[in-house]
């Protein structure tokens, strides 16, 4: 039932932005956290960001240039990437998790499709 949808994705050069927007929906409340994940070709998921409530944790290398937000009322999490650079390139997805922020994928449960980033140098 619950169901996460990515966009927002693109090509973009070194030093553009980007927002990626998640939609959630078969859930309608701030209890769970949203994470945001990126894995490039021959690397591990990385976390990247989540969001629970006022909560929120990023990783070192995205700290500082991404910010993850969320409009309760229309279930949308937002992850806006500023200064991007050739290694944030990446397919970002969104996953649904528990009760707590975490940027560990082994608890999250839902996933969505992933929106390719490809930053150009």
Known sequence: ???????????????????????????????????????????????????????????????????????NSKNIIYLQMNSLKPEDTAVYYCALGTNYCSRDASLYTQWGQGTQVTVSS
């Open 1 to 71: 039932q619950v169901q996460l949808v990515e966009s927002g994705g693109g090509l973009v050069q070194a030093g553009g932005s980007l927002r990626l927007s998640c939609e959630a929906s078969g859930f309608t409340s701030g209890y769970y956290a949203i994470g945001w994940f990126r894995q490039a070709p021959g690397k591990e998921r990385e976390g990247v960001s989540c969001i629970r409530r006022s909560t929120t944790d990023y990783a070192d290398s995205v700290k500082g240039r991404f910010t993850i937000s969320r409009d």
